[in-house]
């Protein structure tokens, strides 16, 4: 059977641009591995009307509702090769077999790696944070909080991050604030550590402080860091797709109704967007769905 698109990733993008595939009344199928990069989390916050909830339980809400479209399909599978093909593409399954569809969405999300501190993997996602947004009012007013620096956005980081508690920004050797970046974090209260963060203190997933090179040992909460990003999937890659620099990686370049540079091909959510959100995921992957809907039309005129 060949479907009119085959979206591979069933998190928030991916499952957003099947409903609206769904309600074309087009056929579908999501590949989905069960293993989202927001499968850390506790609990979403920020999503209107998700708020709270845990990101596996939302996903299961939305797939219940996706089935009942029928010409929804779901495969829990991972596609470990993308050809095009006549037609349209083929994808390769890792537990063997093959499927093609006219058109991909690929919302195949994003692989974290943090900066090599032992014990922030541990944390991640409970006390070791990326956004403020997303967890920052759970942390409680008051509280003391760390900013570790990977790159030069770290002084944005730790002025945006004041507004949820008071903040110290370790620098890491890796980083030194400019003058104008100096001023900021002045303005905004922001303490500075020079001396790197060499371990992380309390039980985990609990943080009570951080310890430095120099021995000193600082109190902090939850600890806020942007960590390097990487293509969850080789499918974008394969095909050909162009890349783009972003704020921590690499990402998939799209248009505003998210084709990247490969005809037939779209491309929503952490992998294809420079800000990585719930909202802004789900939103992207309603705007390829409709992009994707729109090219099956106006390729059906064209072959009149």
């Given at each position: 059977?060949?479907?009119?698109?085959?979206?591979?990733?069933?998190?928030?993008?991916?499952?957003?641009?099947?409903?609206?595939?769904?309600?074309?009344?087009?056929?579908?199928?999501?590949?989905?591995?069960?293993?989202?990069?927001?499968?850390?989390?506790?609990?979403?916050?920020?999503?209107?009307?998700?708020?709270?909830?845990?990101?596996?339980?939302?996903?299961?809400?939305?797939?219940?509702?996706?089935?009942?479209?029928?010409?929804?399909?779901?495969?829990?599978?991972?596609?470990?090769?993308?050809?095009?093909?006549?037609?349209?593409?083929?994808?390769?399954?890792?537990?063997?077999?093959?499927?093609?569809?006219?058109?991909?969405?690929?919302?195949?999300?994003l692989r974290d790696e943090l900066p090599p501190i032992p014990g922030l993997a541990e944390r991640w996602g409970r006390t070791v944070l990326h956004c403020?947004?997303?967890?920052?009012?759970?942390?409680?007013?008051?509280?003391?909080?760390?900013?570790?620096?990977?790159g030069p956005h770290a002084a944005h980081q730790a002025a945006l991050v004041v507004d949820w508690g008071a903040v110290t920004l370790f620098t890491q050797?890796?980083?030194?604030?400019?003058?104008?970046?100096?001023?900021?974090?002045?303005?905004?209260?922001?303490?500075?550590?020079?001396?790197p963060v060499t371990a992380l203190v309390g039980d985990a997933p609990n943080l009570e402080a951080v310890r430095l090179a120099d021995g000193k040992v600082?109190?902090?909460?939850?600890?806020?860091?942007?960590?390097?990003?990487?293509?969850?999937?080789?499918?974008?890659?394969?095909?050909?797709?162009?890349?783009?620099?972003?704020?921590?990686?690499?990402?998939?370049?799209?248009?505003?109704?998210?084709?990247?540079?490969?005809?037939?091909?779209?491309?929503?959510?952490?992998?294809?967007?420079?800000?990585?959100?719930?909202?802004?995921?789900?939103?992207?992957?309603?705007?390829?769905?409709?992009?994707?809907?729109?090219?099956?039309?106006?390729?059906?005129?064209?072959?009149?």
């Amino acid at each position: 059977m060949q479907h009119d698109v085959i979206i591979v990733g069933g998190s928030f993008a991916g499952l957003s641009a099947a409903m609206q595939l769904a309600r074309a009344r087009r056929r579908v199928l999501v590949i989905d591995t069960g293993l989202p990069s927001n499968r850390f989390a506790v609990a979403s916050h920020g999503f209107l009307g998700q708020d709270g909830r845990t990101p596996a339980a939302i996903r299961d809400e939305a797939r219940r509702q996706l089935a009942a479209y029928p010409t929804v399909t779901f495969i829990d599978d991972e596609a470990i090769k993308a050809e095009r093909a006549e037609d349209g593409f083929l994808l390769a399954l890792r537990g063997g077999g093959q499927e093609k569809g006219r058109l991909l969405v690929l919302a195949t999300g994003l692989r974290d790696e943090l900066p090599p501190i032992p014990g922030l993997a541990e944390r991640w996602g409970r006390t070791v944070l990326h956004c403020p947004y997303c967890h920052g009012y759970e942390i409680g007013e008051g509280r003391s909080l760390g900013v570790l620096a990977n790159g030069p956005h770290a002084a944005h980081q730790a002025a945006l991050v004041v507004d949820w508690g008071a903040v110290t920004l370790f620098t890491q050797s890796i980083f030194e604030p400019d003058a104008e970046q100096r001023t900021l974090l002045e303005a905004r209260g922001v303490a500075i550590e020079r001396s790197p963060v060499t371990a992380l203190v309390g039980d985990a997933p609990n943080l009570e402080a951080v310890r430095l090179a120099d021995g000193k040992v600082v109190r902090v909460d939850a600890l806020f860091t942007a960590p390097t990003i990487h293509m969850a999937s080789p499918l974008a890659d394969q095909l050909g797709c162009a890349f783009e620099d972003g704020p921590m990686g690499l990402m998939i370049k799209v248009d505003p109704m998210k084709e990247t540079s490969v005809p037939g091909v779209f491309a929503a959510g952490d992998a294809a967007s420079p800000m990585h959100n719930a909202t802004l995921a789900s939103a992207a992957g309603v705007m390829a769905g409709v992009g994707a809907h729109r090219s099956l039309i106006m390729e059906a005129v064209a072959q009149r």
